[in-house]
């Protein structure tokens, strides 16, 4: 069992920056690979990106690459999404998950977190 609690969201103005992190409780943090997911408001939760188990490799969403970045501690059970020139639209509750397969797909799992809000003003 994995708990997952994210922290750092909040209001921004478009262009800014912010970092999120995702703490994760138990031992086998590094056991899992982690992913980014966002929910808007009347649209389904969308793939940001996801982090392999070693954090040595990470993929993004088109719409993030360039701009976001995903890294991991696994020493403090933590994995962070750097967001920078951020954009009204992708105002968000943002979510971590714990799965075992590095994969785009939120289907595949495992554990999330409750989410954190970003609001992105133009």
């Known amino acids: 069992q994995v708990q997952l609690v994210e922290s750092g969201g909040g209001l921004v103005q478009a262009g800014g920056s912010l970092r999120l992190s995702c703490a994760a409780s138990?031992?086998?943090?590094?056991?899992?690979?982690m992913g980014w997911f966002r929910q808007a408001p009347g649209k389904e939760r969308a793939y940001v990106g996801t982090?392999?188990?070693?954090?040595?490799?990470?993929a993004y969403a088109d719409s993030v690459k360039g701009r976001f970045t995903i890294s991991r501690d696994n020493a403090k059970n933590t994995v962070y999404l750097q967001m920078n020139s951020l954009k009204p639209e992708e105002t968000a509750v943002y979510y971590c998950?714990?799965?075992?397969?590095?994969?785009?797909?939120?289907?595949?799992?495992?554990?999330w977190g409750q989410g954190t809000q970003v609001t992105i003003s133009s």
């Open positions: 138990g031992r086998t943090f590094s056991s899992y690979a």
């Open positions: 998950a714990a799965g075992r397969l590095w994969t785009m797909r939120k289907d595949e799992y495992d554990y």
């Open positions: 982090i392999t188990r070693s954090g040595g490799s990470t």
